[in-house]
C-alpha cells in the first residue's frame, strides 16, 4: 500500500492506494470518518459491479443515479439529498462517494451542502478519478451552460483508491485518465513522464503494480500542487495544461469528444505554442504525440474544428485576464511557465488557430 497526504486550508487527509482496498473498506473508512452513519452514493454500472468485487453495503444505506455527465446536475443533486433527508441521516452521518469523477463530483457536492455540510469519503473506481478528481476537493455539478458552474470547495475526509477496480474499464474510459497523468509528467516531473514512456506496455495491460505507481506518483504531483493553492488563486491554474483547447474542442464537437482524449490533444496543441512562443526547445509536443500514441489516445483530429466556435468556447475560459486568452504553458519537461507568480501567458488567436487547426493535419 501507499499512501499519500494532502494538506488543505483546514486539515489534511490521507489517500490510501492498495489493490485489494475495497476488501477492507470498513476498516479505512473508520479510520479517515469515525464512527458513523454512512450513505453510499453511487452510479448504476458502479454498483451493479460490487458483487464482482466481493463488496458489500447496507442495502438502505446505497442511493445510486444513472450513470454518466448527464446525471450531473442539480436534479439529481436534490433527489438525492432529499432521500438522505428522508433515510433520517444527519449531522454525525458521512458519505461515501464510489464510483468515477462524476459521482465524486455530486457526491461531494451532496455532502458539502447536506445540513451546511458532512465529511465524506471519496472511493474512486475510474483512473480519471483516482489521480485527478477525488483529490482536490472541488465538487459540484454542471448547468445548462457549462460544466462544473455550480459548486464548491470541499475536501474529502480519506480517500481510498483500489486500482484492482480499474480492470473492469472499459478501455476508452481507462486511457481517458492516461492522458492526465501525461499531464501530470509534462507539468511537473519530467522522469515520472520518462517512467510512463517505459511502461507504456505495463500499463496499456492493466499491470497492477504499474497502475499503483502511476496512481501514487499522480496523486503527489496533483496534491502538491493544490496544497499551495486550494483555491485556485496563482499555481493551480498548471494543472489546467492542455485544458484551455480540450475545452474548446470539447465544447466544439458538443461533447462527443471524451475529455480524456481532448486533454491529450490539447496538450499536443498547446506545448506546439510554447514552441512556437520560443518559451521552450522544438521537440517536446513530439514527444508528448509520441507517447499519446503508444497509449492508444487520438492524436489528431479527423475533421478540421469549426476555429470561431472553439475560440469562442476559449474565450469564457475563467484563466482569462482583459479579454485575452491565457494559457498555461511549459518552459521545459516537468517544469511550467511560473514568470513572477503568473502561471499562465497571453496568446494571440492567430497562434492557437493556427495549433488547432495543426491537429487536423
Ligand atoms: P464517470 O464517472 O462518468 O465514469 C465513466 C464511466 O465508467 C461511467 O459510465 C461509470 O459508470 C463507469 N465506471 C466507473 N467505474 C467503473 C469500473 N471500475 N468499471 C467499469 N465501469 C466503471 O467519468 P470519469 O471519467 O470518471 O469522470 C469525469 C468527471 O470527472 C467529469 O464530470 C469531470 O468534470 C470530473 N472531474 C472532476 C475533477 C475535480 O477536480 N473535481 C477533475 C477532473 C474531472
Redo the contacts with the bound molecule.
Sequence with gaps: MTSVRVTHATGEYTVHVEPGALGRLGELLGRGLGHRHLGYIS????AA?RAQWNLQLPQDGLFTFP???AS?TRKTWSRLSDALLAAGYDRQSAIVAL???????LA?FVAATFLRGIPYAQV??????ML?????????V?TALG??LIGAFHPPAVVIADPL??????DR?YR??LA?AVKHGVIADAEYFAWIERSAGRLLARDLEALTHLVTRSVEIKAGVVSEDEREGGRRAILNAGHTIAHGLEQESAYQL???EAVGLGLIAECRIAERMGLVADGLSERVRVLLATLGLPTRVATPPAMARVLEAMLHDKKNRDGAIRLALPVALGRMHEGQGKYTVPVTQDLLASAVSGLAS
Design positions: 452510479d448504476d454500472t458502479v459491479l450513470a454518466g455527465e450531473k464510483g468515477g469523477g462524476v459521482v465524486g463530483d461531494g474512486p473506481t475510474t483512473l480519471l478519478a485527478d478528481a477525488s483529490v482536490g476537493g472541488k465538487v459540484g454542471d460544466k462544473n477496480t480499474l480492470l473492469t474499464l472499459p474510459v481517458a485518465g492526465e471524451p475529455h480524456g
